[in-house]
């Protein structure tokens, strides 16, 4: 018969040690206080070295958006819809009921600093429209929209933001 060497062989019960020997688990509080003291220190880093919201950026970004909803709004509800242009805000406005109104409160001033400008020249309310709000810019359900870009500026730089077309928005 095929003998197993000694290391292979069970061990009987009076040959095992009485107290196994103590297995050390988990970290020490010393590996604990580096690990934790490394992370805080990578942390304040990446805080002291990251850059501050650009306001412009993020104006651009909203009006860009609010552009955006505006043609689906358009398209979904058929109505005309219309952007108010002002040196520090705009407003949404829809056509109803043969006049234009403010959406909701969809008033939105810009950060400090920001303004707008705008290539085509501000349209003034009629005498006529009285106090109605007459949108500098016009998104038509049909296409037929207003594509002049709005320039936002703030302390000598710009952004140019482009209204959303027919044509280039929807998928091949």
């Known amino acids: 018969m095929l003998r197993l060497p000694a290391i292979f062989a069970p061990m009987k019960e009076s040959e095992r040690p009485a107290n196994p020997p103590a297995r050390t688990a988990g970290f020490s509080l010393v590996e604990v206080l580096v690990t934790l003291s490394i992370t805080a220190l990578a942390s304040a880093l990446i805080v002291a070295t990251a850059r501050p919201a650009d306001p412009l950026r993020t104006e651009g970004e909203r009006l860009t958006h609010a552009l955006e909803q505006m043609q689906s709004q358009a398209r979904i509800s058929g109505t005309p819809m219309g952007m108010v242009l002002e040196p520090k805000g705009y407003a949404i406005v829809a056509w109803r009921d043969g006049a234009w109104s403010t959406v909701g409160n ?49 302390s000598g730089r710009e952004v140019s933001v482009t209204p959303p077309s027919e044509h280039t928005d929807r998928a091949p």
């Open 106 to 154: 969809q008033r939105h001033a810009l950060a400090t600093g920001v303004s707008i400008r705008w290539a085509l020249q501000p349209r003034k309310a009629d005498a006529a429209a009285g106090s109605q709000a007459v949108p500098d810019l016009i998104i038509d359900p049909l296409g037929h929209s207003t594509l002049e870009p709005i320039v936002l500026e703030a």
